[in-house]
């Protein structure tokens, strides 16, 4: 069964800096992977998504990721983080053909 | 584009009693899933329903859980004789029949069972 799991349940970073969130995946087949963000009391939303067409994909908001199949990542990055960036993160795959399988969550804080 | 739509926002009930929460996904969406989310963790699957047939539940949904899709539009979750512990948040998502497709979330349910 294909599961990913996020390294690092909080990060903190100052504005400006690099934002860095680990997730690695577990599949038998070709994953198809996804980050989403979410704000507080908020649904989620869609930042990016992996679907085998290219290894490194970018997302709304400047965040990109990239597929990694020799490591099984797919961690997500932004260049210049910014307070906005602060929510909680999710990686996700997909299984059975459509059911999303979540990570446990990464929370950004962004200090000014 | 209105998104999908989940009502009520917020839930306050007491324990034992039954609540029901809506979803209204996007209008040409097949797939509706719910999904249950505690604080600090990721979304938990609970059930799958293309058009209005429920195609998959998940072990999490218990015999006090029940959810319907009449006619393949909007979806019910309904928490029959509620216990603390089923205090979440409830998200509600759709998507189109394609395989492999994200799914779009709508704001979700706060159930707090006091």
């Known amino acids: 069964a294909q599961s990913v799991t996020q390294l690092g349940s909080h990060v903190s970073v100052s504005e400006g800096a690099l934002v860095l969130l680990r997730c690695n995946y577990s599949s038998s087949v070709p994953p198809y992977l996804f980050w989403y963000v979410q704000y507080p009391n908020q649904g989620l939303q869609l930042l990016l998504k992996?679907?085998?067409?290219?290894?490194l994909v970018k997302g709304i908001n400047g965040f990109e990721a990239e597929f990694k199949k020799s490591e099984t990542s797919f961690h997500l990055t932004k260049p210049s983080a910014h307070m906005s960036d602060a929510a909680e993160y999710f990686c996700a795959v997909i299984t059975n053909d459509y059911k999303l399988s979540f990570g446990a969550g990464t929370t950004v804080t962004v200090r000014a | 584009d209105t998104g999908v739509s989940q009502n009520p926002r917020h839930k306050i009930t007491k324990r034992g009693q039954n609540v029901t929460f809506r979803c209204d996904p996007i209008?040409?969406?097949?797939?509706l899933y719910w999904y249950r989310q505690t604080l600090g963790q990721g979304p938990e699957f609970l059930t799958y329903?293309?058009?209005?047939?429920?195609?998959?539940k998940s072990r999490l949904l218990s015999d006090r859980f029940s959810a319907e899709r009449p006619k393949g539009s909007f979806s019910t979750l309904e928490i029959q004789r509620t216990e603390q512990g089923d205090s979440a948040m409830y998200l509600c998502?759709?998507?189109?029949?394609?395989?492999?497709?994200?799914?779009?979330f709508g704001q979700g349910t706060r159930l707090t069972v006091v």
């Open positions: 209008s040409e969406h097949n797939r």
């Open positions: 998502a759709s998507s189109p029949l394609a395989v492999y497709t994200e799914a779009f």
């Open positions: 329903f293309q058009n209005e047939a429920q195609l998959e």
């Open positions: 992996y679907t085998s067409a290219a290894t």
